[in-house]
Every structure is written in structure tokens, then in C-alpha cells.
């Protein structure tokens, strides 16, 4: 009778299996890359943890490349953004 009440939860992203995409993309190509993908330790959590928000995080984030896109019109009237790599800039610029 109780089971009847419950909400039935749908997926919050049409398509999208997890929502832990950014993140899970983010340790595959950075921080597995330096840590590697065996488990870590609960006693060298903090220490890893504290490491990466010092040095990774400001770094992926300091170093991220953004594209600026160009709006050209063709000459049907139709609008077409263009990403050139000659725009793109990051932070450090």
C-alpha cells in the first residue's frame, strides 16, 4: 500500500544516463592522469583533496581555452556562428 505513494523519479537530462558528466570526464583526462585510477586510501583523502583544489583546480580552470564565435551571414540571409582558432583566448592572455 505504501509502495503505491512513492513519486517515481524520472531522469532529470533527456538522454543523459549521468549527471556526473563534467565531472567524470574532468578525472579521467586530469586527475586519474596524475593519481592514477586505483582506489585511494580514506587516510590520504584529505591530503589528495587539499592538493588538488591548490594546484589542479586553479589550473584547469586558469588554462581553459575559450572560443569566441564569429557570426557570418551567407547570402541567403542565413546567420552561421564560426569558431576560429585565431579568436580563441584564456586567461592568461
Known sequence: LLRKLLIEFTKSRARQTNDNALVESKNGAVVR???????????????INA????HLNPYLNFHRPCFFPEIRTDQKGNERKVYRYET?????V
Request: no cysteine.
Open 51 to 54: 592538493f588538488s583544489q591548490a
Open 33 to 47: 592522469k596524475l593519481f592514477g585510477h586505483a582506489h585511494i586510501p580514506q587516510r590520504w583523502a584529505t591530503l
Open 88 to 92: 580563441m583566448m584564456d586567461d592568461a
